[in-house]
C-alpha cells in the first residue's frame, strides 16, 4: 500500500531555533515505509525570508520522494503556476503566528485575485485560521480545495469544523496530531474521501500518526484511500 505524509515541515525554523533536516524526514519515512512526503517551510523561516520557498523545491528537484508546497507569503502571492509546487500553505495570513487570525486580511482587495488564481491553478491549500476566518474565506471561493490541518484542531475545535464544511465537498481534513476518536468522527460524517494522513513533523512523528490511522476500526481500501488515494487525487498525481 502507497503511503504518502501529506504534512510535513522542512528546513530551519526561525522562531523554534531548529532545523528539520532531509536526512531526518527520510529516516523516519523508511522506519514507517511512508514512500513521498510533502513539505513546506516553516512559517517563521518564511516570513524571514521568501526565498526558502526556492531551496525547498531545489531539495524536492534533488530528492525524489518529496512532494514540495508554497509557502504563501503575506503578499498572498498565489502558488507559482508551472514550477513544480503541488500545492500551498496558507497560515495565519497577517495574524498573530500560531495564535490568531487577523480578519483584515479578508479585506484586501488582493484576495479576490489570489482566489482565482489559486482555483485556476487547482492545487490544494493546507489552510490553518480561526473557525470563523475559514468560513469567510471559504464563502469567497467557488472549487478552492483546502486541507484544514488536524481536522480544524489549532484553529478552533473540530466539533465545529466538521458541521461548518459538512457540505462542501472540495474542503479536507487532515489527521495530524489529531486523536482517533476524533478522525472517526470524521469518517463516518463526512467519508473517507475527504481525510488524508499527514505527521506535522517536527510537532508529531510519522510512526506514531501513521499507526494512529492503521489501527483505525476501518476497511484496508479505506486505509489506502487515507493513506495516499485522496492526496494523489488532490493534486493531481498520477
Ligand atoms: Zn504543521
Redesign the pocket.
Known amino acids: 500500500m502507497e503511503i504518502i505524509d501529506s504534512?510535513t515541515?522542512w528546513g530551519p525554523s526561525v522562531s523554534m531555533g531548529i532545523e528539520v533536516t532531509t536526512e531526518e524526514l527520510l529516516r523516519q519515512a523508511e522506519q514507517s515505509s511512508v514512500n513521498r512526503i510533502v513539505i513546506f517551510p516553516f512559517p517563521s523561516m518564511a516570513l524571514a525570508d521568501e526565498g526558502i520557498n526556492e531551496r525547498l523545491l531545489k531539495e524536492a528537484n534533488r530528492v525524489k520522494k518529496f512532494i514540495p508546497y508554497y509557502y504563501i507569503p503575506e503578499t498572498m502571492k498565489p502558488i507559482p503556476d508551472g514550477k513544480g509546487f503541488w500545492g500551498g500553505k496558507w497560515h495565519w495570513m497577517r495574524g498573530i503566528q500560531d495564535c490568531s487570525s487577523n480578519y483584515q486580511a479578508l479585506e484586501d482587495p488582493k484576495l479576490g485575485e489570489f482566489i482565482e488564481a489559486s482555483e485556476k491553478i487547482d492545487l490544494p491549500i493546507v489552510f490553518e485560521e480561526e473557525l470563523a476566518f475559514t468560513e469567510a474565506f471559504v464563502k469567497k471561493t467557488k472549487i478552492l480545495k483546502l486541507i484544514i490541518?488536524h481536522l480544524g484542531m489549532l484553529g478552533g475545535s473540530p466539533v465545529d469544523f466538521l458541521p461548518a464544511f459538512k457540505a462542501r465537498e472540495h474542503i479536507c481534513f487532515d489527521t495530524a496530531l489529531s486523536s482517533p476518536d476524533t478522525i472517526m468522527k470524521f469518517i463516518e460524517k463526512i467519508g473517507h474521501e475527504r481525510i488524508v494522513f499527514g505527521s506535522?513533523i517536527p510537532?508529531g512523528t510519522m510512526k506514531w500518526e501513521l499507526e494512529k490511522v492503521l489501527s483505525l476500526p476501518i476497511s484496508d481500501d479505506k486505509k489506502e484511500w487515507i493513506l495516499s488515494k485522496n492526496l494523489r487525487r488532490l493534486i493531481r498525481l498520477t
Do not use: I, V
Request: hydrophobic fraction near 20%.
Open positions: 504534512h515541515h490541518p506535522d510537532f
